[in-house]
T-cell receptor
Framework: GAGVSQSPSNKVTEKGKDVELRCDPI?????LYWYRQSLGQGLEFLIYFQGNSAPDKSGLPSDRFSAERTGGSVSTLTIQRTQQEDSAVYLC?????????????FGPGTRLLVL | AQTVTQSQPEMSVQEAETVTLSCTYD???????LFWYKQPPSRQMILVIRQEAYKQQNATENRFSVNFQKAAKSFSLKISDSQLGDAAMYFCAYGNDYKLSFGAGTTVTVRA
C-alpha cells in the first residue's frame, strides 16, 4: 500500500497560534513515532504510539506539545502557543511492531515556520 | 540514552568513486540494530541499509555496504561507484527497543 503521509507539507504560523500536524501511517502498522528535525540537525525523538496508547512521551519538549492517535491509525501532533524555537521539520514514522528490529518508514515531514 | 556520533559534517566524492561515512555509538546493550538512512532534499528519509548486532557478517545492499566493528562500536557506510543520485544527507541510527537515536548526519555531495 501507500507509504506514510503527512499533512500539511509546509505550515507558516504566527507566534502564539496553535498548529496541528497530521500523520497517516502505513496500513497495518501498529507503532507510530514522531520526531523533530531542527535545521541541519539529526532527528530528535518526541513520542511513540503502540496502537492508540503512548507508552513513551518523554521526548515532548514542553506541555505545549501533545499528540493523539485514533483508531490505531491517524495521529495528530498539536503544538499550542507556538514559539519561534518550535520551527523545525516534524517527521512521522511507522513500523509493523514496536521493536528495534523493525524498520521505521518515514513520511515526508511537515516543515513548520513560526514567525 | 544512546549516543550516536557522526564526525564528518560533509563529504565530497567524484562520480564513480567510493566514499566512506563514519559512525560511532555508545551503548551497554549487546543486542541492538543499526541503520543508515538517506535524506535527499525532498526530506523523505529512506532506509539504505540495516545491521543486526548479533550478526558478524557485514550487511550489503547493492552499492552500499557497512563495516560493523562491534567491539569498537563503529558502523561505517561505504558507497561504491557513487552516482549523482546519491547526493543527500546520511544519518546513522541506533535502535534496540522501539525508538531510534540518530547522529547529526553527513552531507554527501557528488561531483560530476
Amino acid at each position: 500500500g501507500a507509504g506514510v503521509s503527512q499533512s500539511p507539507s509546509n505550515k507558516v504560523t504566527e507566534k502564539g497560534k496553535d498548529v496541528e500536524l497530521r500523520c497517516d501511517p502505513i496500513s497495518g502498522h501498529t507503532a507510530l513515532y514522531w520526531y523533530r528535525q531542527s535545521l541541519g540537525q539529526g532527528l530528535e525523538f518526541l513520542i511513540y504510539f503502540q496502537g492508540n496508547s503512548a507508552p513513551d512521551k518523554s521526548g515532548l519538549p514542553s506541555d505545549r506539545f501533545s499528540a493523539e492517535r485514533t483508531g490505531g491509525s491517524v495521529s495528530t501532533l498539536t503544538i499550542q502557543r507556538t514559539q519561534q524555537e518550535d520551527s523545525a521539520v516534524y517527521l512521522c514514522a511507522s513500523s509493523a511492531a514496536p521493536s528495534g528490529s523493525e524498520t521505521q518508514y518515514f513520511g515526508p515531514g511537515t516543515r513548520l515556520l513560526v514567525l | 540514552a544512546q549516543t550516536v556520533t557522526q564526525s564528518q559534517p560533509e563529504m565530497s566524492v567524484q562520480e564513480a568513486e567510493t566514499v566512506t561515512l563514519s559512525c560511532t555509538y555508545d551503548t551497554s546493550e549487546s543486542d541492538y540494530y543499526l541503520f543508515w538512512y538517506k535524506q535527499p532534499p525532498s526530506r523523505q528519509m529512506i532506509l539504505v541499509i540495516r545491521q543486526e548486532a548479533y550478526k558478524q557478517q557485514n550487511a550489503t545492499e547493492n552499492r552500499f555496504s557497512v563495516n560493523f566493528q562491534k567491539a569498537a562500536k563503529s558502523f561505517s557506510l561505504k558507497i561504491s561507484d557513487s552516482q549523482l543520485g546519491d547526493a543527500a544527507m546520511y544519518f546513522c541510527a541506533y535502535g534496540n527497543d522501539y525508538k531510534l537515536s540518530f547522529g547529526a548526519g553527513t552531507t554527501v555531495t557528488v561531483r560530476a
